[in-house]
């Protein structure tokens, strides 16, 4: 017995195939002059994250000069930044320091999912569908990231009031620092992970599945893969308080391997970044217990 599909299912089928056999070039010729740029940067993620690690440093720079009267050297911005006051400037300033961070790191990430929309919208402008700026779904997505910020700012004041970190905003105790790396390493493993990096990986089928011609239903759709973006990556993002808040080179590094993981690495990268974060965690615990071993008299 045949199935019947509905007329809506079966035009969303149309352009979504279609979108992947005829916007492979990623031309988009069909959008908004806009629109089609935001595509094509995505279609770049390794130009992308250039660019976001060229800013993040200029900001670095920037900030440096504000914090210090001297001259700043790139010894200084390998560093992290001197640790803020906790007054009203502290409290905005840090903030907008982790949005800065979050974005630089994870929008190269955001690649496959804003290209994968944007080439479905691109198909479904030249069929005469309605459709919504990717902008808006980018929206959504760094919304999620924001909220972070502020929930990192928060975690930070924390571990600040808690002696966790010392004055240049960097793990204060080698066990904090172990618990963190080799935190963030059993997650690679765990099943809410990779139920998360499947459909940051794979966003065809979620937008298959859910595709809205609405504002407000692409805002939502931004803001649910902001939130698998998020349970794919709050974990890794939490290292930077063990390696040191705002460290460029930090961020350039886990910012690579979190958009190579998110292109469609596999399993198997996973579970190696998984490995490596819990051998580096148990590093940290052995230095920080041999730091602290008695030294017999002599």
């Known amino acids: 017995m045949p199935v ?21 070039r990623h031309d988009l010729l ?12 995505f279609a770049r993620p390794q130009m992308l994250a250039a ?27 390998c560093r992290p930044l001197a640790a803020p ?15 800065a961070m979050t974005l630089a790191m994870m929008l190269p990430s955001a690649s496959p999912m804003i290209l994968t929309y944007t080439e479905i919208a691109d198909t479904a402008a030249h069929k005469g569908e309605r459709i919504v700026s990717p902008f808006v779904l980018a929206a959504g997505y760094v919304l999620v ?14 571990f600040m009031r808690a002696a966790l970190l010392d004055s240049g905003m960097i793990s204060a105790s080698g066990l904090f620092s172990g618990a963190i790396f080799i935190g963030a390493g059993l997650y690679q493993f765990s099943a809410l992970k990779h139920a998360c990096l499947k459909q940051c990986q794979s966003p065809f089928p979620f937008f298959f599945a859910n595709w809205a011609t609405t504002t ?14 998020l349970g794919c990556c709050w974990a890794m993002m939490l290292v930077m308080f063990a390696v040191g808040v705002m460290n460029v080179i930090w961020m350039a590094a886990l910012s690579a391997v979190m958009t190579i993981e998110k292109i469609g690495a596999g399993k198997r990268l996973t579970y190696v970044i998984g490995a490596a974060l819990i051998t580096g965690g148990a590093a ?9 071993w008695p030294v017999p008299a002599i």
Do not use: K
Not at 57 to 76: F, H, I, Q, R, Y
């Open 30 to 41: 069909h959008l908004p002059r806009a629109a089609a740029r935001l595509g094509a940067l």
């Open 51 to 77: 660019i976001c690690v060229a800013t993040l440093t200029g900001l670095g720079w920037l900030a440096l000069g504000l914090m210090d009267s001297g001259v700043a050297t790139l010894d200084a911005l």
């Open 85 to 99: 006051t906790w007054n009203t400037g502290g409290f905005v300033l840090v903030p907008l320091m982790w949005a």
């Open 284 to 292: 940290f615990i052995v230095s920080a217990f041999v730091a602290h």
């Open 145 to 158: 990231w924001l909220g972070f910020a502020v929930i990192a700012t928060l975690a930070q004041y924390a």
């Open 4 to 24: 019947l599909v509905p007329r809506r299912f079966a035009i969303r089928y149309a352009l979504t195939i279609q979108a992947m056999t005829e916007t492979t």
């Open 216 to 229: 407000r239903g692409v805002f939502r759709l931004g803001l649910r893969q902001g939130l698998y973006c």
